[in-house]
């Protein structure tokens, strides 16, 4: 339902959505397109945000940006240091989500 609500909200501001339930799922999708951003939840089932983010970077550069309920600073730090560009914390800043996207569609663009 989360997912759907961003997606919504995405595409009303004219960006392409795609969402995955889970880790792997979400895994698979990566390796099969092409994204400019990708938002992973810290505690999707079947596999957990970090270690996702750990996979992914296995085989992509893709900027991440890892949304979480609460992180500890350590933990935090933990997840940058894996290769995520930013941890949002919830409930979602949707100025902050729109400015992050912003960022990296100049970045992609140049």
Do not use: W
């Not at 893709?62 to 919830?90: D, N, Q, W, Y």
């Amino acid at each position: 339902m989360i997912c759907e609500e961003f997606r919504e909200t995405l595409e009303h501001e004219g960006h392409q959505v795609d969402c995955a339930l889970n880790g792997k799922e979400g895994l698979r999708k990566i390796q099969a397109n092409q994204y400019n951003l990708v938002f992973l939840d810290s505690s999707m089932p079947v596999m957990d945000g970090k270690k996702t983010l750990e996979r992914i970077r296995h085989f992509s550069p893709v900027p991440v940006a890892l949304i979480t309920g609460f992180m500890p600073e350590s933990k935090e730090k933990e997840i940058l240091h894996l290769g995520a560009m930013v941890c949002l914390r919830k409930p979602l800043d949707l100025d902050r989500v729109k400015s992050l996207i912003h960022t990296v569609s100049r970045t992609v663009r140049n």
